[in-house]
T-cell receptor
Framework: KNEVEQSPQNLTAQEGEFITINCSYS?????LHWLQQHPGGGIVSLFM???GKKKHGRLIATINIQEKHSSLHITASHPRDSAVYIC?????????????FGTGTLLAVQP | NAGVTQTPKFQVLKTGQSMTLQCAQD?????MSWYRQDPGMGLRLIHY???????DQGEVPNGYNVSRSTTEDFPLRLLSAAPSQTSVYFC??????????????FGEGSRLTVL
């Protein structure tokens, strides 16, 4: 079993829909990252969370440390949001850049 | 501001050849890492560094070598390429601050094929 599990693996949505991507992990962590990767492209950091909730534009990320679960929400989705969304965790006591990654959620937003 | 620069973007090698993937960042970040990305698998850490002169192994270090002689550069060396090393490689950097906001900066990736 992977230490970081994402669901769903694939998601197709219509433009304007509210989208939720989930990340569950089995290790104690000090931080969790959400990343975005466009097809054939590089990787962009969206959020780092250690507690609570963060918002940036139409993106909202939440984390529940006790339940070992995080969600990434996209409001009013747009075709340009189509990408792979990756969750990564920093285990407690590990180096800041020693991360464990999920396999990603492939999101397709159709116009 | 260039950010994290990786070269080359594409490379084809024959089994047994050696090569170096270059990674440079101009943000004065202490932390740098190398990952490989394979289909159906998450990014996996190869080697990482927490500062100049300090490197450590990640999850999949075999067949790779790194050094960190300067803050800016973190090259990844493939000693004797094998087909199993066919992958997309990403370099990443992040700052070390007392109130680290955790930004991660990735290079654009290097696609390596070993025949």
């Amino acid at each position: 079993k992977n230490e970081v599990e994402q669901s769903p693996q694939n998601l197709t949505a219509q433009e304007g829909e509210f989208i939720t991507i989930n990340c569950s992990y089995s290790v104690g962590i000090s931080a969790l990252h959400w990343l975005q990767q466009h097809p054939g492209g590089g990787i962009v950091s969206l959020f780092m969370l250690s507690s609570g909730k963060k918002k940036h534009g139409r993106l909202i990320a939440t984390i529940n440390i006790q339940e070992k679960h995080s969600s990434l929400h996209i409001t009013a989705s747009h075709p340009r949001d189509s990408a792979v969304y990756i969750c990564a965790v920093r285990p407690t006591g590990g180096a800041t850049n020693k991360l464990i990654f999920g396999t990603g959620t492939l999101l397709a937003v159709q116009p | 501001n260039a950010g994290v620069t990786q070269t080359p973007k594409f490379q084809v090698l024959k089994t047994g050849q050696s090569m170096t993937l270059q990674c440079a960042q101009d943000m004065n970040h202490e932390y740098m890492s190398w990952y490989r990305q394979d289909p159906g698998m998450g990014l996996r850490l190869i080697h990482y560094s927490v500062g100049a002169g300090i490197t450590d192994q990640g999850e999949v270090p075999n067949g790779y070598n790194v050094s960190r002689s300067t803050t800016e550069d973190f090259p990844l060396r493939l000693l004797s390429a094998a087909p199993s090393q066919t992958s997309v490689y990403f370099c990443a950097s992040s700052p070390r601050r007392r109130t680290n906001t955790g930004e991660l900066f990735f290079g654009e990736g290097s696609r390596l094929t070993v025949l």
